[in-house]
């Protein structure tokens, strides 16, 4: 009997909360913002990832001659931000991608595995297809680029000219 | 009200979302009782499983505009539930470790020395002596009958690794019940 009431209670508390207008229907355009936003934030994150990795191969590669004595001045010097915020951004974004229905369906340890091959693969690509020199060169990310190649070492001062 | 019977739980919710938000006690009454029981299988009080399953009620009314009705009605409000029973227990701590790393394969098949309806009653006495993670599988199998693709749904867990999960609640439980009779 008691049980019996308290289904009723139970049903009657949700439904006057329904009925006074307690609780609301969130509307159909909040979860659309929501679900554009997950997507935004993967692919942000996954490009985010993909450009430090490629900053980090551009950093790490040895120029020119006596390469063992640069690499030691290049790793005391070298950009740990870079990597370390490309790691946090993996794993933000596999952890984004555990939202997803796949993500149980599908063996999610593959689609980590491959995600993180994918964007290591993409920051080298880049990489090969003379992005970094474009950068380099041209563009907002000029000065980054150049603190990057002159960290090894002072940068020169420019030779005076005489008249 | 009445026509609302003979309509599906995805036909109810269009209805209550766009027409009547009334007819969300349709809803109610379809699940109060399924949802009830199966809380309480999973926080062992009764007190708490009726705090689990309101809040649980009014969370898929405030979210009811994200379900896709060409899913399950029943898995999603089952996973809400979920959700809320494992709020409540990590906040009171009392339970026992979920023992994720417990997941193993076993060739030992109970239900060929048991009938399905003796497994049934074993699970129904011995239910509360297991851990939770195969407490969830077991009831949602045996007690409420639903299916692996829906028991995948509602946990997020792959339907291989609800098969696994379930033989080896069933070993587990032979275990805790053979105890118990000793006891």
């Known amino acids: ?163 | 009200m009445s026509d609302l019977s003979k309509l599906s739980d995805e036909e109810v919710v269009e209805i209550t979302r766009t027409k009547n938000k009334e007819a969300y006690s349709e809803v109610v009454r379809r699940y109060q009782e399924k949802l009830m029981r199966y809380a309480r299988y999973l926080v062992k009080d009764e007190a708490r499983a009726a705090d689990v399953v309101q809040d649980a009620f009014i969370k898929a009314f405030i979210k009811l505009n994200s379900f896709d009705t060409k899913r399950q009605f029943s898995s999603w409000i089952y996973r809400i539930v979920h959700n809320e029973a494992i709020n409540l227990i990590n906040k009171y701590k009392k339970e026992q470790p979920l023992l994720e790393d417990f997941d193993f394969e076993s060739n030992v098949n109970v239900e060929e020395e048991y009938t399905k309806k003796e497994v049934k009653k074993m699970v129904k006495d011995c239910l509360e002596e297991i851990p939770l993670l195969y407490r969830e599988p077991l009831s949602l199998y045996f007690l409420e009958e639903k299916s692996y693709v829906e028991i995948s749904d509602i946990l997020r867990i792959p339907t291989g690794t609800v098969g696994t999960r379930i033989n080896r609640a069933k070993l587990v439980m032979r275990k805790k019940c053979q105890l118990k009779k000793i006891k």
């Open chain 1, 1 to 163: 009997m008691s049980t019996k009431k308290n289904k009723i209670k139970l049903a009657e508390k949700i439904m006057s909360q329904v009925k006074t207008g307690q609780i609301e229907m969130k509307p159909k355009w909040y979860f659309t913002v929501g679900s554009v936003l997950l997507l935004s934030g993967v692919m942000a994150l996954s490009m985010g990832a993909i450009f430090l990795i490629n900053l980090t191969v551009f950093a790490l590669r040895g120029r020119g001659p006596m390469v063992s004595w640069k690499l030691q001045m290049m790793l005391s010097n070298f950009p740990w931000w870079a990597p370390l915020l490309a790691i946090t951004g993996i794993v933000v974004g596999v952890n984004l991608l555990k939202k997803y229905d796949f993500s149980y369906k599908k063996d999610f340890k593959l689609i980590v595995v491959s995600f993180i091959l994918a964007v290591l693969a993409a920051g080298f690509m880049i990489d090969k297809v003379g992005f970094n020199d474009h950068l380099r060169k041209k563009g907002r990310m000029k000065p980054l680029y150049q603190h990057l190649e002159h960290r090894d070492g002072p940068v020169k001062p420019p030779q005076r000219r005489f008249p």
